[in-house]
């Protein structure tokens, strides 16, 4: 797994898929902070930022930024996002989205604890890699119903590292999968069961 994993989703489905830019046709600004396996050197950590708006009818445009760190690993990524949704009678839409920007993966082995004096990530130091990411989605609505599909990391790029005899770093295409129907139990609450699923190239 290379995506971030985050039990939030349902409060930032803009995360999920770019589709989703624009979809509730307000501005939304999201900032999220995951520190897991607390007290344990080099646990994961994630920071997330998005924002999206609509423009128009039926015009959306995002941005998210992540910094996700563990261990020796960071990874750093930036991307746009534009979507566009149009209607099929009068309650059903749809929602294209695609996104791309920059992926960095950056390796400091200066604190790792080494018991092969000649590994060639120890020798090699600090070293960071480039490329691009890509990501693509749809979403389908009808009154409570949503169905959704997105492939992130689209083009599986890969980055390169300077290490001696070894291949550099490269992203896996990954999918996900989500239906959820709100219910509206009154006028001050409603109920959403709703299913993700994750899954990743082979």
């Not at 991307?79 to 950056?106: C, N, P």
């Not at 130091?125 to 890509?134: C, D, F, L, M, P």
């Not at 949503?146 to 999918?175: C, M, V």
Request: proline share 2%; aromatic share 12%.
């Amino acid at each position: 797994q290379q995506t971030r994993q985050t039990n939030m989703y349902r409060h930032n489905m803009y995360a999920v898929n770019p589709a989703y830019a624009g979809y509730s046709g307000c501005t939304e600004i999201n900032f999220s902070h995951l520190n897991q396996w607390v007290k344990i050197d080099g646990a994961p950590t994630t920071n997330f930022f998005s924002a999206n708006t609509r423009l128009g009818k039926s015009l959306g445009i995002g941005a998210n930024v992540v910094i996700d760190r563990l261990g020796m690993f960071q990874q750093i990524s930036a991307s746009g996002s534009v979507a566009y949704g149009f209607k099929i009678a009068k309650e059903h839409t749809i929602r294209l989205g695609l996104s791309g920007g920059y992926f960095q993966m950056r390796l400091d082995p200066t604190e790792a604890i080494a018991f092969d004096a000649g590994d060639n990530i120890i020798e090699g130091g600090v070293q960071s890699s480039n490329s691009i990411e890509t990501e693509a989605g749809i979403l389908y609505a009808f009154k409570g119903l949503e169905l959704s599909f997105a492939s992130k990391q689209l083009i599986e790029t890969r980055s390169n590292f300077n290490y001696p005899d070894l291949d550099g770093y490269g992203l896996k295409r990954h999918f996900i999968g989500y239906a959820g129907y709100s219910f509206i139990l009154n006028k001050n609450f409603s109920l959403t069961p709703s299913v993700l699923y994750k899954g990743v190239n082979n």
